[in-house]
């Protein structure tokens, strides 16, 4: 399968945070969610690959391309969405489109338009005083419209209200029916990701916890619960996030670990918004750990 | 170069709708004043181009504009040179705004049909409304280099300082220029300065050519402060 998207053991450290080792890879015609807590490094990911902040060792390709030493033609095949506006809030579409239209050569007036109205965006009304689901609407109907083959999008769900993310998550839904191209986009609404993404990588603290397919991840990992009297020691190792009730116990494990597991104990499938939350667990847990030691 | 012009031309079209109405209303006024009473009035076309410049740096920040940057398919160092090209196109197009006005002012003399002819003051306008006396295109030529120099100076500022502290930096400026004017005027007073003689008189074509200079000096220090901003700039992450 080809790659639109590649990194290999990208670093990147902050006085306060660090990228360590982050590697994925995204083929073509697919759609990659990549989830993880507030300040795991998503938009820092995202800036490395446009090359907004400098990265201090590892590789990134688009189409193939390096995205340091490549940056202009990646760009003008690439279509970005913040979580914010970033066009100048007192211009109306009209005087968007004639700003951005010569940055770059794909770019395809009639269909911008045609976008603008199918998602019902006025033409003459400031973009300022749009609502934020219009004004997603309007940074994707942007990328769309220069024939980007590849879509980052940044949090863009977060603020929206269930139909205009809905709306959002079919339009995405629509683009990636072209083969050629490719999505991955940035949120921590796991409901999201198990919607409409192939692809998932799951980020904690600025390293890659997970990635793959979908569908592998919600196989991988099962909720175990029960008594905690019943679960041995052995196992209670290689439990993510492990915690204890009064009436038993919680936790995360990988799916091979539970052949032959005392019949008491019972598990179940774990959804990605779960396996986030035993992730900070057991992060949480460690620290706890680290305490005590000291 | 085409990267620069598309920036130049972003720019522009930020700017516009925010300055239109109030340069129209201002070409009105400063036309009325130059057309009638006086054409060095012509010369206050330069606060036009401020127009098209102060709503940019404020849209700039208040839209994230830092974001589009790093999304646009052009080279960082071509947005911040772009801008600063835009500074001297901008304050340019605004003096060539104000020497027509001086030009349309002398050709018509409109102040003929104001009252009151034989006044003090319309025997001094006849003098002004003629070709020979350069003063209003001089007064074009130094508001056109002072502006554009200031206003690149403030946008080389609030670009390494940040916009935050624009004012303060402003306040120092001033301070450093009156210090400096304050010692001129102190060694001059005890005869310490070089005599240098100004009551020359200088031909037409001298003060044209000394215009012309003025503005490849001014063209020179807006890249000079674009280059120093690309330099410092490219140090920093989006």
Excluded at chain 1, 155 to 169: F, H, K, Q, Y
């Amino acid at each position: 399968m080809e790659t639109i998207l590649e990194i290999k053991n990208l670093n990147k450290a902050y006085q306060d945070f660090a990228l360590k080792n982050v590697s994925f890879s995204l083929p073509r015609g697919y759609i990659m969610g990549f989830v993880g807590q507030n300040g795991s490094g998503k938009t820092t990911t995202i800036r490395a690959i446009l090359n907004m902040a400098k990265i201090d060792s590892g590789k990134i390709s688009v189409f193939g391309l390096d995205s340091v030493t490549d940056t202009i033609a990646i760009k003008k095949r690439l279509g970005v969405v913040f979580d914010s506006l970033y066009l100048a809030e007192h211009l109306n579409v009209r005087q968007i489109e004639q700003q951005l239209k010569p940055f770059y050569p794909d770019w395809n007036s009639e269909e911008f338009f045609m976008k603008i109205k199918n998602f019902n965006l006025p033409d003459n009304k400031k973009i300022g005083d749009f609502s934020k689901g219009m004004k997603m609407k309007l940074m994707v109907a942007v990328a769309l419209s220069h024939r980007a083959e590849l879509i980052i999008l940044d949090e863009p769900t977060s603020g929206l209200d269930p139909v205009a993310r809905d709306e959002l998550l079919d339009i995405l839904s629509e683009y990636i029916e072209d083969e050629n191209r490719g999505v991955l986009f940035s949120t921590h609404i796991t409901a999201d990701v198990e919607r409409i993404a192939d692809y998932v990588t799951v980020l904690h603290n600025g390293a890659v916890w997970f990635t793959g397919l979908k569908d592998d991840l919600s196989e991988k990992y099962a909720v175990i619960k029960g008594a905690e009297e019943d679960v041995p020691e052995s196992l209670k190792e290689k439990m993510i996030g492990f915690h204890a009730y009064r009436n038993g116990f919680e936790a995360l494990i990988e799916t091979e670990y539970l052949a032959g597991i005392p019949a008491s104990l019972e598990y179940e499938k774990a959804s990605i918004d779960e396996i986030l939350i035993y992730i900070a667990k057991e992060d949480k847990h460690e620290r706890n750990s680290e305490h005590h030691e000291i | 170069m085409k990267e620069i012009l598309n920036i130049m031309r972003f720019d522009y079209l930020t700017a516009k709708p925010l300055a239109e109405k109030g340069s129209l209303l201002a070409i009105l006024i400063i036309a009325a004043l130059c057309l009638f009473l006086t054409p060095i009035a012509g010369a206050y076309a330069m606060f036009i181009p401020m127009m098209f410049v102060i709503p940019l740096q404020n849209t700039a920040e208040k839209s994230g504009f830092h974001k589009l940057y790093g999304i646009l398919p052009v080279q960082r160092k071509n947005i911040t040179r772009a801008r600063f090209l835009y500074m001297f196109l901008i304050h340019f197009i605004g003096e060539i705004l104000g020497m027509l006005m001086v030009v349309l002012a002398i050709v018509l003399k409109l102040y003929r049909f104001l009252p009151n002819q034989s006044s003090e003051l319309m025997q001094i306008a006849q003098e002004e409304f003629t070709f020979e006396h350069f003063m209003p295109f001089g007064a074009c030529v130094g508001m056109f280099a002072v502006a554009c120099t200031g206003f690149s100076y403030m946008e080389l500022m609030g670009q390494i300082f940040g916009r935050e502290n624009e004012m303060k930096i402003m306040m120092l400026t001033i301070g450093a220029f009156l210090l400096l004017a304050f010692g001129f005027v102190i060694l001059n007073d005890h005869d310490l300065l070089p005599m240098i003689n100004l009551d020359r008189e200088i031909s037409l074509s001298g003060k044209i050519l000394i215009s012309v200079l003025i503005h490849f000096a001014v063209l020179g220090l807006c890249i000079l402060f674009g280059e120093i901003t690309v330099k410092k700039l490219s140090q920093r992450e989006l």
